[in-house]
């Protein structure tokens, strides 16, 4: 797991959320354990628990009933991301190979399904008909989210419409569930929980932004998985959509974006006219005004320690470089 000094407020639980975590994938099938571990260990800013406890710091902080909820987010992003590695055939991911790389599809699948299996546990410990509402529905559209960008390969005709759908779904929901809950279980006023929830939305757009921003932008070695994965997958990005609007070569660009088997001189040269574009830098202002709205909310809140590091973790996300 990855510190960050933004979370210096709750490193010391987020390590015990890491341990609980460990002990509670813990099974008799070998394989099933050695995979989730895998998985487990590649590691991670465990972003989602994170925002849940620090929801929870306005409010009093029951670290006791924020642990199973923290742990069970986590779950549910761990079981998506090893089945999104079957779906894309992805062979690392963050610098390591991952479970389908080193166990086949069927056991990614079936390791995927025990991690969603035992974050259904941990929402019946947590008993809160709320709490298993909101995480139900986020992994119902989480689901469709995906379904939809499998059906959108290659399409070069994607508009921003259906772009922010799949990133709504894919990953701003699941942070917007982290803070809610976050602040649910604390007991927090309603208004403020609506405030966490729209933050949390904000910055889980913002992030998936900057995400797919990194796969034209980043290094393979910051990136931990091989650069213009999205290109090859056929997966129509921000940066992608805005540069077929402002690229002067826009017939060639489209006929790559399209190609279903691009070589590496395809994707180096789509990546370049997606960069002299202008895609990059519009892209950024789109970021920025997900960021700049997220902040708005936080002025709902206490003015706590906490409200600045939740202010300065999304200035993080916006400069991120990984």
């Not at 402002?246 to 040269?269: H, M, N």
């Not at 999304?314 to 400069?319: E, S, T, V």
Request: glycine share 6%; aromatic share 8%; net charge negative.
């Amino acid at each position: 797991m990855k510190q960050l000094w933004l979370f210096n407020q709750i490193n010391s639980d987020l390590q015990r959320v890491e341990k609980e975590l460990h002990l509670f994938i813990e099974t008799d099938f070998p394989v099933l354990e050695e995979s989730a571990v895998h998985l487990l260990d590649a590691g991670g800013k465990r972003l989602r628990p994170a925002f849940a406890l620090l929801a929870g710091k306005f409010y009093g902080y029951p670290f006791e009933r924020l642990l199973p909820v923290a742990m069970a987010l986590e779950l549910i992003h761990m079981a998506t991301l090893v089945h999104d590695d079957v779906v894309d055939a992805s062979e690392t991911r963050r610098g390591r190979p991952t479970v389908k790389a080193k166990w086949g599809n069927v056991v990614s699948i079936a390791t995927g399904d025990y991690l969603l299996a035992r974050s259904l546990e941990l929402l019946a410990e947590i008993d809160d008909p709320e709490v298993s509402r909101i995480l139900a529905e986020v992994s119902v559209e989480m689901s469709k989210g995906e379904i939809q960008q499998i059906k959108a390969s290659f399409d070069v005709n994607q508009n921003l419409k259906q772009y922010y759908y799949r990133i709504n779904r894919k990953t701003a929901l699941l942070i917007e569930a982290s803070c809610k809950l976050g602040a649910i279980v604390s007991d927090a006023p309603k208004r403020q929980i609506w405030a966490l929830g729209r933050y949390g939305h904000d910055i889980g757009m913002a992030f998936q932004i900057v995400d797919d921003l990194l796969d034209v932008t980043a290094e393979a070695k910051q990136l931990g998985k091989p650069v213009g994965g999205d290109l090859q997958q056929g997966i129509m990005t921000l940066p992608m959509i805005l540069a077929i609007e402002r690229s002067p070569q826009k017939e060639r660009l489209v006929y790559l974006l399209g190609k279903e088997d691009k070589s590496d001189q395809d994707i180096a040269e789509a990546i370049q006219m997606i960069k002299s574009s202008g895609a990059i830098e519009e892209s950024l202002r789109y970021v920025d005004l997900y960021i700049n709205k997220a902040k708005t909310y936080l002025l709902e809140l206490p003015n706590v320690p906490t409200r600045k590091a939740l202010a300065d973790l999304a200035q993080f996300i916006r400069d991120r470089r990984f």
